[in-house]
C-alpha cells in the first residue's frame, strides 16, 4: 500500500519558498498517527524544510545531489528504489512530497490521505490535480478553525477506483 499525504490549500498549493502555508497543529498531530512506525519518502528539498529526520519512522529521502548527506536518514537516488526499499520494511509506505515526489507517484498510489485547507494560497509548488475518474474520496472530517489552526480544513481519504490505473 502506497499512501501520499500531503496538506493543500484550495488551489492545490502545496508551499512556498520550501515552507508551508499555514499553521495547522491538529494537521500534524493526524499526520504523525498516520505515518508513525512507517516507512516515509521525501524528496531533498521537503528534507531541508523538515530540518531534520521525524522520529519512529525510516526516512527515505531521494536525491541526485551527490555528495549530500544528513543525519538518520537513508538517502536512495531514484525513487522507485526508495519505493522498493521501503516496501521490504514495511507493507504501508507514504509519500510525504515534495511536488515532484508527488508528480511522480500519483500513478503508483494506492490511496490518499490529503487535508484540504479551505483557503486558496499564493504558491510556488502544487499538488497534482485529483483526477476523480480515478480517485473515490472515501472519508471526510471537517475542523473547524479555532485559537491554535488558522483555517478550516478538511482530512479526506481517497481511494484508487480501479487498482489497475
Known sequence: MITIIAAIGKNNALGKDNQLLWRLPKDLKHFKSL????PIIMGRKTYESIGKALPN???LVVSRKENWFAEDILIVSKLKEAIKFAKKID?????IGGGEIYKQTMELADRLEITLVEE??????????????????VNE??????EKNDH?????TYEKINKDQ
Do not use: G, S
Open 35 to 38: 505515518t508513525e512506525n512507517h
Open 57 to 59: 519512522r525510516t526516512n
Open 91 to 95: 507493507e504501508e509506505v507514504f509519500i
Open 120 to 137: 486558496d494560497f499564493e504558491a510556488d509548488t502544487f499538488f497534482p490535480k485529483i483526477d476523480l475518474k480515478i480517485w473515490q474520496k
Open 141 to 146: 472530517e471537517f475542523h473547524q478553525k479555532d
Open 152 to 156: 478550516d480544513f478538511y482530512f479526506q
